[in-house]
């Protein structure tokens, strides 16, 4: 199984080249069918993903969560995975190929650099603590997600008033619709990474019966949790509208990845147990 799942490590960027590829050619060409294929590309490399991490799983009896590189790969098809489901909820055009550059980029690393352990610590053997990680992973996917519609309702923005009509206009959503993606890919975010949360808050005082809640990697998340949860709040009262809620995704993504860079670089923290 070890040998498939190599085979399947060096198969998932290359599939992921191929997606990207297709969504590319469709950002320039703009045809109808080629949406229609891109659709499909996308979810026979969501299934072959989805098969590759649950081999890996079987194989090296543990979540794919014990090194970056590990996750690099869960991010990756998190990041897929919640484009798949925003385009079929909203049947959105032209803008798949921004993200699912991130997801060749983490796919490509990932495959790259990848550790295979077999003997890893026993809290990471655990199920429940693999689904509480895919579900930040998610979160931070969705946070992702908003923030590349914000930056290309911006870029459109600038370009409608500059008076430039070229391939970004003519192939990217209207305003408006950028604004709700981002929205809806925040809504998704938020969700995930309450469920995430949730799931910490039931587990931790199992797996380290000596944690804090004033980790430095737990604050960073409820401050986080709490912006995107204030910011979807001002949205849906009618409080916030139009660039206020885009330039918050972008603020909220940079804010993550700032924290992320702390809490796993600098300060000390339990989640870096890995």
Do not use: C
Request: avoid cysteine; glycine fraction near 6%.
């Amino acid at each position: 199984m070890q040998q498939v799942v190599d085979t399947l490590n060096i198969v998932m960027p290359l599939f992921y080249l191929a997606v990207f590829g297709s969504f590319l050619f469709n950002f320039i060409k703009d045809h109808r069918r080629a949406h229609n294929l891109n659709r499909l590309f996308l979810f026979l490399a969501l299934m072959l993903h989805t098969t590759y991490i649950i081999l890996r799983t079987i194989a090296f009896d543990h979540p794919p969560i014990t090194n970056v590189f590990e996750i690099f790969t869960l991010l990756s098809f998190a990041i897929a995975l919640a484009y798949f489901i925003l385009e079929l909820a909203t049947d959105i055009k032209g803008t798949g190929v921004f993200i699912l550059s991130l997801s060749l980029k983490f796919q490509l690393i990932s495959s790259i650099f990848i550790v295979d352990l077999l003997e890893v610590k026993d809290v990471l053997r655990s199920n429940l603590l693999g689904i509480h990680v895919f579900s930040a992973l998610l979160g931070y996917a969705g946070i992702t997600i908003s923030a590349v519609y914000g930056f290309l309702y911006l870029l459109l923005y600038d370009d409608i008033k500059k008076s430039k009509y070229g391939l970004i206009f003519e192939r990217l959503p209207n305003l408006e619709i950028l604004e709700k993606l981002s929205f809806y890919s925040a809504i998704f975010g938020f969700l995930t990474l309450t469920i995430a949360m949730a799931i910490g808050i039931i587990w931790l005082p199992q797996a380290f019966p000596d944690f804090s809640f004033t980790d430095a990697k737990l604050i960073a998340t409820a401050v986080i949790w709490l912006l995107y949860g204030a910011g979807i709040g001002f949205k849906i009262s009618g409080k916030w509208q139009g660039k206020k809620v885009v330039v918050l995704s972008i603020a909220g993504f940079l804010i993550a990845i700032a924290s992320t860079i702390i809490t796993n670089f600098i300060a000390r923290s339990f989640h870096a147990f890995y």
